[in-house]
């Protein structure tokens, strides 16, 4: 959907030619349809939907964690009530928030919000949006490292208990 935002001019492109006067006529028109209208208004609802990674760092990661938790009990109820799994990355045992976060925001996030940025003053969405991801990023990294480790208290752990149980 954002990509038919890139058609459009930049907010800062000057009009200081006939012809691109004449495109901002094309353009003002274009957007003063219904059709257009209701698209504008539609992405614009979508942005505000999936907006949590343009928000101040301490914001964005309360609401991840709570989206997350959310999910995970959704997914919980399925596995309960027998019911097909829609989302089966958000299982709470295996899934990684951090990693989870970095996916949504270069699939669903950047593009729109870059596609909206070109024709709307949003600097400080924008530098939200890179200094999340790249928490996001350490994070994952962070996370990815120590697995290794948790892998082998684990693996530990199960030796133990079962030479308690030769004994």
Request: aromatic share 8%; with cysteine; proline share 5%.
């Amino acid at each position: 959907m954002g990509k038919c935002l890139l058609l459009y001019p930049r907010a800062d492109q000057s009009l200081s030619d006939q012809s691109s006067m004449d495109s901002m006529s094309d353009i003002v028109a274009h957007l003063s349809t219904d059709e257009s209208r209701i698209l504008i208004k539609r992405m614009l609802m979508k942005c505000a939907d999936i907006s949590n990674p343009c928000r101040p760092l301490d914001l964005c990661i309360i609401w991840a964690k709570r989206i997350a938790e959310e999910y995970f009990d959704q997914t919980d109820e399925e596995i309960a009530k027998h019911l097909p799994i829609v989302m089966p990355i958000f299982s709470r045992n295996t899934c990684s928030i951090p990693r989870s976060q970095c996916s949504f925001i270069e699939y669903f996030v950047q593009g729109m919000f870059e596609s909206w940025s070109e024709i709307c003053d949003i600097p400080e969405l924008m530098e939200f949006l890179k200094v999340n991801y790249q928490y996001w990023k350490k994070e994952d990294v962070q996370e990815s490292a120590e697995l290794p480790e948790i892998e082998e208290e684990i693996s530990q752990s199960e030796d133990t208990k079962e030479d308690s149980k030769d004994s």
